[in-house]
Nanobody, 126 residues
């Protein structure tokens, strides 16, 4: 069983940057995709970004394209989300999640992910 631990959240001014990390511990599968979702109080959880095992496929929600970059280090079993040009509407709890189905699988639907981290708070002030 793999467990995920997010870190790197915090408070930043609009236009600033943060880098989120999600480290996998325990036994890991040889291939799986990793995604970031975010959620604010009273709102449904929203897809942010996903990366496949090789890193060759990356997808983002339109609102973060050009500002956020997802990457992974398969040796350290860690996924990153580099967030630049942050906006107040980016404020949320950010969660990482794992989907292990096949090599190039990815999804925008949270129901396709079977393992989640505890979340890390990102707050962007205006």
């Amino acid at each position: 069983q793999v467990q995920l631990v997010e870190s790197g959240g915090g408070l930043v001014q609009a236009g600033g940057s943060l880098r989120l990390s999600c480290a996998a511990s325990g036994r890991t599968d040889s291939s799986y995709s990793l995604a970031w979702f975010r959620q604010t109080p009273g709102k449904e959880r929203e897809f942010v970004a996903v990366i496949t095992w090789s890193g060759g496929i990356k997808r983002y929600v339109d609102s973060v394209k050009g500002r956020f970059t997802i990457s992974r280090d398969n040796v350290k079993n860690t996924v990153f989300l580099q967030m630049n040009s942050l906006k107040p509407e980016d404020t949320a709890v950010y969660y990482c999640a794992v989907a292990a189905r096949y090599r190039d699988f990815y999804s925008y639907d949270q129901r396709d992910y079977n393992l989640w981290g505890q979340g890390t708070q990102v707050t962007v002030s205006s």
